[in-house]
């Protein structure tokens, strides 16, 4: 499966793939009415999040316009759905329900508080928020991928937050719009600029492994300098390369980062952002859940 679907960040994915969504699909799918009075909550490129009193106020439903299918810009729905039905941890957003209405694919999922992306927002570096991201996406992330399924599209945006409580968040994965279950090897460009890892390109096979393990970094990353040096001083890396290799501005951008001395383990930044795919690894789970009541001070 391909995995050319770069995209600027709060766009989704693209690509022609009709032949991918077979009528025994869409025959299979049970009709029934969305709700007749909802409130919409979040927006993606092809979707609408929508919650309602009809459904109980723990869950939302994901509307997918079937238009948005049809023109073959959400060719991974199918796998979506797959993926979906396969998953059962407590660190991924759960999928309840499937079924369409006239003009679009709805999936019931269970209802975090926001999405990290809004969370975040002028709000200054919290320590204890950055330890609680690095302990519930280390297990969902090796969960997945355990099962050979590859999110690559990890950014703040695709991460929901439950339970907003002082004392008890939850930061669980969730849009596998783009996620394919395959072999670790993919050849292209994929996920959202700023995440994506300098390695992918449209010639060499990368591990999908690795590169979840960056975006993972580069949310990480965001939650430490903020959103709009993020923006200015690390996405835009991407397009200012010219003829400078990207890993290189990377590195250079990262060593700059870490001597600014944030009180954050950059141990876990150095094995996640390491520009060499071979070096780079998920922080230690055992670890962080033995250490874990210091670990969140
Ligand atoms: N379970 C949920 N609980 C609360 N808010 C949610 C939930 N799922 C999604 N949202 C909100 O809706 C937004 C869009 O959802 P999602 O990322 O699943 O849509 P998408 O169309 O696949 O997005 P993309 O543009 O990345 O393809 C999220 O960024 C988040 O703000
Ligand atoms: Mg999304």
Known sequence: MEDTILVPRGESCGGPALKLFNDNFIKSMKFKNLPKKYELIGKGSYSRIIISEEIGNDKVIKCIRKSSVQSNNRKYL???IKIMKQINNDLIVKMFDLFQSEDSFNILLERGRLDLFVFSK???YSKKICNYIVRDLSISIEYIHSMSIYHRDIKSENIIIFNENEENYQFKLSDF?????DNDYGIGNC?????????MSNKIQFSRKKADYWAF???LLEQL???DRFVNEWLMLYYDRKHTKLSNLYDNALKIFKKEGFDFDWSILDNLLNIDPIQRHLPNNTKIINNFTNFLI
């Open 78 to 80: 199918i796998n979506e």
């Open 122 to 124: 002028n709000k200054p």
């Open 177 to 181: 719009g783009i996620s394919v279950v």
């Open 191 to 199: 996920g959202s600029i700023g995440f994506n890892s300098p390695e």
């Open 217 to 219: 970094g580069a949310v």
């Open 225 to 227: 300098i903020g959103q």
